[in-house]
């Protein structure tokens, strides 16, 4: 089943927060944060497993909520750079690693 | 250190025909996973390759098959084109063990079926 993800798009100035958010209905080993810029491949962020490790960017930040099964991804005083359109995939026990996008967040940082 | 490499970046069909796709993984990569992403959505898994065999498939039809090779290069080969197969064509390679499945994504191929 596809993760949710809220909100579906999101307009900021340059210089201001944002938080995206990653919801599954099933317990998860891992989520996965992609940026992808129109007609590009995406782009990997950041990983948080299942236990607590991250490893990923060093300008964002996320969390995982393992009794949720809920992910955020933090960007913090946002860049024009940042915008673009970010997915989180998510990994399940015993899937292989098989990842399962949802269907993503259109961020847009204005000057 | 070189990235995911993908061949041929574009490619245009008519109904019916067959496509072969190439990827390269990242260097030390041993895995690949194939994706497809229709415009405005979200990469949908096909299928993942290590050790030289589909190791998990997705939820596309038998149309759509690959190979892994001994240098852990992959192809994906769609048969009997359908206009509904137009999208772009994602790679990702990733380490097949070990605790994290960190994927980094090729520049994709672009597909169009007329």
């Known amino acids: 089943q596809q993760p949710v993800q809220s909100p579906q798009a999101v307009i900021l100035r340059e210089g201001e927060d944002a938080v995206i958010n990653c919801s599954s209905s099933k317990a998860l080993y891992s989520v996965h944060w992609y940026r992808q810029k129109h007609g590009e491949a995406p782009v990997f962020l950041m990983i948080l497993l299942k236990g607590g490790e991250q490893k990923g960017h060093d300008k964002i930040s996320a969390s995982f909520n393992e009794k949720k099964q809920q992910s955020s991804l933090y960007l913090t005083a946002s860049q024009l750079s940042y915008s673009g359109t970010y997915f989180c995939g998510t990994e399940i026990p015993r899937s292989a690693r098989q990842l399962t996008f949802g269907s993503g967040t259109q961020l847009t940082v204005l000057p | 250190d070189a990235g995911v490499t993908q061949s041929p970046t574009h490619l245009i069909k008519t109904r019916g025909q067959q496509v072969t796709l190439r990827c390269s993984p990242k260097?030390?990569?041993?895995?690949v996973s194939w994706y497809q992403q229709a415009l405005g959505q979200g990469p949908q898994f096909i299928f993942q390759y290590y050790e030289e065999e589909e190791r998990q498939r997705g939820n596309f039809p038998d149309r759509f098959s690959g190979h892994q090779f001994p240098n852990y290069s992959s192809e994906l080969n769609v048969n009997a084109l359908l206009l509904g197969d137009s999208a772009l064509y994602l790679c990702?390679?990733?380490?097949?063990?070990?605790?994290?499945?960190?994927?980094?994504f090729g520049p994709g191929t672009r597909l169009t079926v007329l």
């Open positions: 260097s030390g990569h041993d895995t």
């Open positions: 990702a390679s990733s380490l097949g063990s070990g605790l994290d499945n960190e994927q980094f």
